[in-house]
Structure formats: structure tokens, C-alpha cells
């Protein structure tokens, strides 16, 4: 009933066989390894996933490409990647298990190819368009392997429809047995594609099993919060910005870099601010615009220049004396004193923003959508814009976060965070 009702779907989209405006793009085997090739060119994917900043910041980083994680806004990000000679990966509306969606329902399945093949017809002409993403992290807590079955269907369907552009899929991890399962149940893929944080470690041993076909990195970034210490009460303790551009020019030069060939290329996360456990995890930017070190990281590694003027360099984030690793406790309404040390490269002047949050209370898993966490204010005295201040804890026990953002004034920016608890009652 599917299969029939499709074909009468298809038959209706009038396919050519040449499209004016496409630019083909294909995977194609060279000399013992994979490359993608974009108009018969190899095409080395430097992208990004873009996350809320202008797009053109990607091009004058040295980036060539850009991912999506869905197709809202997707002519908009098209035009404006076509606009800046950037490439987009567009992902494609198939929902995950872990989202109650039965893969058993074939009403359900039937809906979401027709979804999925109305925006494959809407933007596969695009010259901007790079490859079709399959859903995402479908195989996040997943319990039924006929998602690939389907992730293999459509890839077919999409192929009919479009035969310039490749498919993938995402897996939220470097696992043998994920990657054997997708491969075996979806073959129709042109290649898969691998998100990954500290496990990006495991590149050397499983480039072993993942060289038998083409793959890209989609995600990859900072240590997650799932692969962090974390204080006595369970907080996990984030890098500071400083030591995020170090980890990401470390992935990039020793588990990325060495891997392409098989590797396609990758998409660093996140181009741009999100909230996940704390609203500075993994953005790139503020959430004002100002980019990070890991910004400057990037523009190096794609193109071996390091900008003219670079984001301040955070050294370290006491409050009470004590860093994060200390599991800092403070005493309800108390005063105490937090203190950066920063430096700028470039010797400009730094201004220091403090703010104190409640510790975020979230469980969800896969970067699905968290709430904005506000800030609690009157707990500084004198100016909070300096590098050492005064700090009235809250009147309420409970988990929080301290945190500081130092800026240069030339649109760059620096911050680290301390996780703290609170005892006792405000006297």
C-alpha cells in the first residue's frame, strides 16, 4: 500500500533527468580511499553546524559548507550558503524512536516519506544543496533496528528523486556494532556519518572497521557533559573557553586531520549558541555574537592562518579561593569573592560580565531542546566588571553556577564557570 501510493506520489513530480541549477555531487573511490567530488572536483568538507549567527562568518573563517539538523528556513540558509560559496548538508525531517515514533506504523511511516520526499523535490535543484541528512541520531536509545530498513528506503526513494546528491545518516557514537548494523541494513547510503566528542579518541582503533566505506564526522566539539568530572554533588565541571580551543585544535590535527580519505570531512558543533546543561557547553559564540577561541582554532586549521586579532585567553576561575574541582560549597547569604586571571594576545583592554544561575535540572539526552536558564541577580557588589568581585551567595540551598564572560571589544570573548552548592538559611 505504501510502495503504490508512493509511486503514484513520484509519478507526479515531473524528474528530470538533468537539472539546470544542481551541482552533482558523489562519493567516489581514489586510491584505496573515498573522496566526495562536487561537480567532478574533490570536495573536502571544512563545515560547520550552523546554530543562530550569520552565515557568512563561516565563509570568512575559511569554512566551505554548513549542516542543518531540519528544513526549517532551509531556502532562506540555501540562498545565503549559494550567497558566500558554502555548501549545505540539509537534514531531513525523520523522527527518532526515542521521540514515540513506531517504526512498526506503517500510517506513521507513510507520512514522514511523504514529508521527507516533498522537501527532497523542493530543494534538490539548489546549487548550494551538498548531501540529503537522513534524520539524526536515530540510533539514540533505539530498540528497534527496522529504523535502518527504513533510513535504506528512503535513501532509495531519494535517489530516484534526486540522483545529484548523496545520502547519510547520523550515529551518535563510534561503535563497531552500530556502524556494522547501519551499513548492513541500509547499504543505499552513499556513506555514514559519525558524531562524537571525547569519544573521538577511539578514531585510531575503529578507523579499523571504518575504513571499509566512505564516512564523515557531522559533530564533533568539546568534552560533553556526560564525559566530564563532575563536583560531589554531581555537577559536571565544563572547560573553560581557553581550554575548549585547545581540545578542538587537538581532535581536529591528531583524530580528524590524519583520518580523511576514508573521512570525508566534518562539521565542528556548535557554529553558533545553544543551551545544553549550561548555555556556554558548546557554542562557539555568546549570546551576543562574540566569537570564542575555538572560533580562532578553526579559522587555522582550514586555512593556516591564525586571525589577526584573537579572542582573550582565560587562565583560571577561583570562587572562594577554590577552583571547580574543589566542589565549592557556600554558606546562604554570605559574601565571598570570585576571581578570573585572563590575558589578551593582542593586548587589548578586557571588560569581565559575572552572572550566577541555577544549576540546570535537564536529563534529556541527544542535544534535544532545553530551556533557557535566567539569571539571578543582585548577588555582586561594587563593579562587576572587573576581574575580581564581590559575591553574595543565594539566600536558597541549593545547586548553582558562577559564571564569567571577559571581553575584548573587538567582537571576541572568553568565559569559564563554576558549579558551586549552597548550605543554610540566609540569616
Do not use: C
Not at 560547520?48 to 557568512?56: H, Q, R, Y
Not at 580551543?245 to 587537538?250: E, I, P
Not at 562574540?290 to 576561575?317: C, H, I, K, Y
Request: aromatic fraction near 8%.
Amino acid at each position: 500500500m505504501i510502495k503504490a501510493h508512493l509511486t503514484v506520489f513520484l509519478a507526479t513530480l515531473s524528474v528530470a533527468t538533468a537539472h539546470a541549477d544542481a551541482v552533482p555531487v558523489e562519493v567516489a573511490a581514489v586510491d584505496g580511499g573515498y573522496t566526495l567530488l562536487r561537480n567532478g572536483q574533490p570536495y573536502l568538507v571544512k563545515g560547520a553546524g550552523l546554530g543562530g549567527v550569520d552565515i557568512a562568518t563561516v565563509a570568512d573563517r575559511g569554512g566551505n559548507s554548513i549542516r542543518t539538523w531540519g528544513i526549517e528556513h532551509a531556502q532562506t540558509t540555501l540562498d545565503a550558503a549559494h550567497r558566500h560559496g558554502l555548501t549545505v548538508a540539509l537534514g531531513l525531517p525523520v523522527a527518532a524512536e526515542r521521540f514515540g515514533f513506531d517504526y512498526n506504523d506503517p500510517e506513521s511511516i507513510a507520512k514522514q516519506r511523504r514529508n521527507v520526499l516533498d522537501a527532497v523535490a523542493s530543494y534538490k535543484d539548489h546549487p548550494a544543496l551538498l548531501a540529503w541528512i537522513i534524520g539524526n541520531e536515530l540510533d539514540m536509545r533505539f530498540t528497534n533496528p527496522r529504523v535502518y530498513n527504513e533510513v535504506n528506503e528512503l535513501s532509495r526513494l531519494i535517489h530516484d528523486l534526486d540522483p545529484n546528491h548523496p545520502t547519510t545518516t547520523t550515529i551518535s557514537a563510534i561503535e563497531k556494532e552500530v556502524v556494522e548494523l547501519v551499513r548492513e541494513r541500509a547499504p543505499d547510503l552513499d556513506f555514514i556519518s559519525l558524531q562524537a566528542y571525547g569519544a573521538l579518541f577511539l578514531m585510531p582503533k575503529a578507523i579499523r572497521y571504518l575504513r571499509t566505506g566512505p564516512f564523515m564526522i557531522t559533530e564533533w566539539g568539546p568534552l560533553g557533559h556526560w564525559e566530564v568530572g563532575k563536583t560531589r554533588w554531581g555537577a559536571p565541571i565544563e572547560q573553560n573557553s581557553t581550554e575548549k580551543g585547545r581540545h578542538y585544535l587537538t581532535s581536529y590535527k591528531t583524530l580528524i586531520e590524519p583520518f580523511l580519505g576514508p573521512g570525508l570531512g566534518s562539521y565542528v558543533f556548535l557554529w553558533g549558541q545553544k543551551q545544553e546543561r549550561t548555555h556556554t557547553w558548546f557554542s562557539l559564540f555568546t549570546e551576543a555574537g562574540e566569537s570564542t577561541a575555538a572560533v580562532d582554532v578553526m579559522q587555522f586549521v582550514w586555512t593556516g592562518r591564525a586571525p589577526a586579532n584573537q579572542a582573550p585567553a582565560l587562565e583560571s576561575l577561583r570562587l572562594a579561593r577554590r577552583p571547580a574541582t574543589d566542589s565549592v560549597r557556600l554558606a546562604a547569604g554570605k559574601r565571598y569573592t570570585a576571581k578570573a586571571k585572563a590575558m589578551d594576545p593582542d593586548g587589548d583592554a578586557l571588560v569581565f560580565r559575572w552572572r550566577v544561575k541555577p544549576e540546570s535540572t535537564e536529563t534529556v539526552v541527544g542535544g534535544d531542546l532545553e530551556a533557557r536558564i535566567e539569571d539571578i541577580d543582585g548577588l555582586f557588589s561594587g563593579d562587576a566588571t572587573q576581574a575580581e568581585v564581590a559575591l553574595t551567595a543565594p539566600g536558597s540551598p541549593g545547586a548553582y553556577r558562577l559564571y564569567v564572560m571577559v571581553y575584548d571589544g573587538q567582537g571576541h570573548a572568553a568565559h569559564a564557570n563554576i558549579p558551586f552548592q549552597v548550605h543554610g538559611k540566609r540569616r
